[in-house]
């Protein structure tokens, strides 16, 4: 267990890492990267290493549950300023700059609700760094590059995988027979309508920490097929609805399929702002 005797020192939270190492001394975890530039192109998944006495990792009433220390697991880590302020190859932690650093003082801050909409797409494209390639590239999943089914988990913490048709295959010069990707994405845009206002079209990027949470699944078995999205009241308001709307259809969203806290983002993002 990570170390938190001194106890008048705070934290913040990192919305979503996946933990690759844990050790006697220090904490390895990868999570999407601040850019230097403004270039969105800069922020990809890069791994840092902190000391273990620069996470907290003990129960914070009000607030989400810490990662648990083991390699593969995924969630919210409380960071002190120091371990907030490393680096991996000179780039920092995505958020860095606006950290709330609280906890556990003051860690039962109300978050903003999140709700699931469910969108009709017209457009679901992907544009991001291919795994273990420099370039990029765009893949529009509904497309004749994207296999008919998608299953779409993004944590922001780890590739998403994508199907390929062997067009798409070929496109992206994948080694023969290759149908699946993995993919960094600096921008997942949809575009659609909700299913409560057909003829109101709108677009999110899933990225947008102001729209959209920081964990999302979609699945369709065809192109065209209904989504469902878990975003903020901006984000549904992209969709020319309200959430007051979609409470009529759904319920306010706990917890997303596979587990994890999916609040944690906006939980943060509502510290961040304090």
Not at 3 to 26: E, S
Not at 81 to 109: F, H, M, Q
Not at 154 to 171: C, F, K, M, P, V
Request: charged share 20%; hydrophobic share 35%.
């Amino acid at each position: 267990m990570v170390d938190n005797a001194v106890n008048q020192r705070k934290f913040g939270l990192v919305p979503q890492v996946k933990i690759q190492t844990v050790d006697g001394q220090n904490v390895s975890f990868s999570t999407r990267s601040a850019s230097q530039s403004g270039d969105a192109k800069e922020s990809l998944l890069r791994t840092f290493t902190v000391g273990r006495a620069e996470v907290y990792t003990d129960p914070i009433p009000g607030a989400p549950k810490s990662v648990e220390m083991k390699p593969g697991a995924t969630g919210p880590l409380y960071l002190s300023r120091e371990g907030w302020n490393t680096t991996s190859d000179g780039y920092g932690i995505y958020g860095a700059e606006l950290a709330a650093i609280k906890y556990p003082d003051e860690g039962a801050v109300p978050s903003p609700p999140l709700t699931k909409l469910t969108i009709v797409p017209t457009s679901i494209r992907v544009h991001g760094q291919l795994q273990g390639k420099t370039e990029f590239c765009d893949i529009e999943l509904l497309g004749n590059d994207a296999a008919e089914s998608q299953d779409i988990v993004w944590n922001s913490a780890d590739y998403i995988e994508l199907r390929l048709t062997e067009q798409g295959a070929r496109r992206l010069q994948m080694k023969s027979h290759a149908t699946k990707v993995k993919v960094w994405p600096i921008k997942v845009l949809i575009k659609g309508s909700s299913t409560i206002d057909r003829t109101a079209a709108g677009e999110v990027d899933i990225l947008d920490s102001e729209k959209a949470d920081s964990v999302q699944r979609f699945a369709f078995a065809k192109h065209g097929a209904p989504i469902t999205l878990v975003l903020t009241q901006d984000g549904v308001g992209a969709f020319h609805v309200t959430p007051q709307a979609v409470a009529e259809q759904s319920n306010e969203v706990g917890t997303m399929p596979g587990g994890g806290a999916t609040r944690s983002h906006q939980h943060a993002l509502r510290a961040n702002h304090r």
